[in-house]
């Protein structure tokens, strides 16, 4: 091997990143992480982490319900979002700093700053000069991506402004119908602000089971949310009294604050890589292989700048079987096959596996299981807080293909279930599991009847 600088270069100190540059470095390897914002990347700076602290800090007010429907007298309740910001910005602080001792800790060096790939073997930092390295890493992630091209977007913020907005506003409308956005109007609708989600098509959530898209968006209109379908801005406009959206569908009305959560787009602007050679998909993307190489043979990509499947979890394994690979003669690749996921909604949703509609095309013939209802500690004080739970089961092979759960801590529970899916569970084999009661979960276990759509039922 020529001699280099370094035996890795990290462009990135995201969750991908760090788990690449600490194993790497752990094998005695000597590694350089270059990060021009904060450590910790996406999830942990303006992603999953303080997302999660705020559905948490939003969810209080469905809790204040409950807890009055059970005895307990709750007087006037109030939140201090300043104060939450304060705290949620210490936490974040706190679990940055770990990252960094993570990276320390493991022998890679750190330097902050703006990496720009020079050549195949050099890059360029901010504030650091030229360094070559044999092997870079490229971890950059990606960006929220909102259409330039809309007049007033310039009044819009998106997912990274609202974690550090300076007050709550009253009224917003949360223009998307994905992850991000459906997070956020159940965020802002639980911490009292009046919220309007808009979304372009006919049903939340493309690419989750239709059973759930609507669901979900029944739930959330039942706690208040408005959820327009089938409508998007055509322009938005400031006014002395707020913002005024005006809609394809002919609607004009006023909101303090318009987020727009309308998709992500792998970072790999002004980075270099066309100059050493790297190539990149259509939307931007660093194309690769199973194990991440991209075409140019010493430089790999791992995490969402891959746009492969966009979770943390996902991004960690692909780091680490780099790593595994090229540092401890450990060939790797990660399955992305039964990825499970959870959308922060309230309620929530976890989901492992195909949609019905998913299954039905690629294995043809299937069976479901469904069941709708209101868990006990709903109807004890006459809560309408509903659950669904789902199976999608092969006939023949009675392989479940797919589960998915709408629920409070519904993406605790699709993490135990997307163990047995990835092992090939059968209906059979899942219905031999005892239940556990009196759970919500058990509902899961205890699905005995073929669902039929009501059209279908009778007809049969
Ligand atoms: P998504 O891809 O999930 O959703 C984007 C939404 O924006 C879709 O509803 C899409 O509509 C809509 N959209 C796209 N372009 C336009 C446009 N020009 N005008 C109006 N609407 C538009 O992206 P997110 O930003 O919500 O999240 C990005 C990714 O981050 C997710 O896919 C997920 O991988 C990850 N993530 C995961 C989370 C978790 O694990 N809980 C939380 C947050 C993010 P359409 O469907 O019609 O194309």
């Known amino acids: 091997m020529a001699d280099y600088d370094y035996d890795l270069f990290v462009i990135g100190a995201g969750s991908g990143g760090v788990r690449a540059a600490r194993l790497a470095a752990m094998s005695g390897a000597k590694v350089l992480v270059a990060e021009e914002h904060r450590v910790g990347g996406t999830c942990v700076i303006r992603g999953c982490v303080p997302k999660k602290f705020m559905v948490y800090a939003s969810e209080y007010k469905k809790h204040f319900e409950t807890a009055r429907g059970y005895g307990w007298t709750i007087g006037e309740t109030s939140f201090d979002w300043p104060r939450f910001l304060m705290e949620k910005d210490k936490e974040i602080a706190r679990l940055s700093g770990i990252y960094v001792r993570n990276l320390q800790n493991a022998g890679a060096e750190l330097v902050h700053g703006k990496a720009r790939l020079k050549d195949r073997h050099t890059v360029?930092?901010?504030?650091?000069?030229?360094?070559?390295?044999?092997?870079?890493?490229?971890?950059?992630?990606?960006?929220?991506?909102?259409?330039?091209?809309?007049?007033?977007?310039?009044?819009?913020?998106?997912?990274?402004?609202?974690?550090?907005?300076?007050?709550?506003?009253?009224?917003?409308?949360?223009?998307?119908?994905?992850?991000?956005?459906?997070?956020?109007?159940?965020?802002?609708?639980?911490?009292?602000?009046?919220?309007?989600?808009?979304?372009?098509?006919?049903?939340?959530?493309?690419?989750?089971?239709?059973?759930?898209?609507?669901?979900?968006?029944?739930?959330?209109?039942?706690?208040?949310?408005?959820?327009?379908?089938?409508?998007?801005?055509?322009?938005?406009?400031?006014?002395?009294?707020?913002?005024?959206?005006?809609?394809?569908?002919?609607?004009?009305?006023?909101?303090?604050?318009?987020?727009?959560?309308?998709?992500?787009?792998?970072?790999?602007?002004?980075?270099?890589?066309?100059?050493?050679?790297?190539?990149?998909?259509?939307?931007?993307?660093?194309?690769?292989?199973?194990?991440?190489?991209?075409?140019?043979?010493?430089?790999?990509?791992?995490?969402?700048?891959?746009?492969?499947?966009?979770?943390?979890?996902?991004?960690?394994?692909?780091?680490?079987?780099?790593?595994?690979?090229?540092?401890?003669?450990?060939?790797?690749t990660f399955d992305h096959d039964m990825v499970a996921s959870a959308v922060f909604t309230q309620p929530q949703i976890g989901s492992v596996g195909l949609s019905e509609a998913e299954a039905r095309h690629k294995h043809g013939k299937v069976d479901v299981y469904l069941a709708k209802f209101r868990p006990m500690k709903e109807t004890f004080y006459g809560g309408h807080q509903r659950a669904l739970v789902k199976l999608v089961v092969e006939q023949g092979s009675e392989r479940i293909l797919g589960c998915h759960v709408v629920s409070p801590d519904a993406p605790e529970i699709i993490q135990m279930a997307a163990i047995a899916l990835k092992m090939g569970v059968t209906k059979p084999q899942w219905d031999s599991t005892c239940a556990v009661h009196p759970t919500l979960a058990e509902e899961l276990v205890t699905l005995r009847e073929k669902y039929m759509p009501p059209a279908l039922g009778q007809v049969a």
């Open 124 to 332: 360029e930092v901010e504030g650091r000069g030229s360094v070559t390295a044999a092997k870079i890493l490229i971890a950059t992630g990606g960006r929220p991506w909102l259409p330039q091209e809309l007049p007033g977007i310039e009044h819009c913020i998106s997912s990274n402004e609202a974690f550090q907005l300076p007050e709550l506003p009253k009224r917003i409308v949360v223009a998307g119908g994905g992850y991000i956005a459906l997070e956020f109007a159940c965020i802002f609708n639980g911490l009292g602000v009046d919220t309007t989600l808009m979304y372009r098509g006919p049903n939340l959530l493309r690419g989750f089971d239709d059973d759930v898209r609507s669901f979900i968006a029944e739930e959330m209109e039942g706690r208040g949310i408005k959820v327009l379908l089938g409508t998007q801005h055509t322009r938005i406009e400031k006014t002395a009294t707020g913002l005024s959206n005006v809609c394809t569908n002919g609607h004009t009305f006023e909101a303090d604050a318009v987020m727009f959560a309308t998709g992500r787009v792998p970072y790999t602007d002004d980075l270099g890589l066309e100059t050493a050679g790297v190539e990149l998909a259509a939307d931007g993307a660093v194309k690769v292989d199973d194990f991440s190489r991209s075409n140019v043979d010493n430089i790999w990509a791992v995490g969402d700048v891959t746009n492969r499947i966009n979770l943390t979890p996902v991004a960690i394994r692909e780091g680490q079987a780099f790593a595994l690979t090229e540092f401890h003669n450990q060939p790797t």
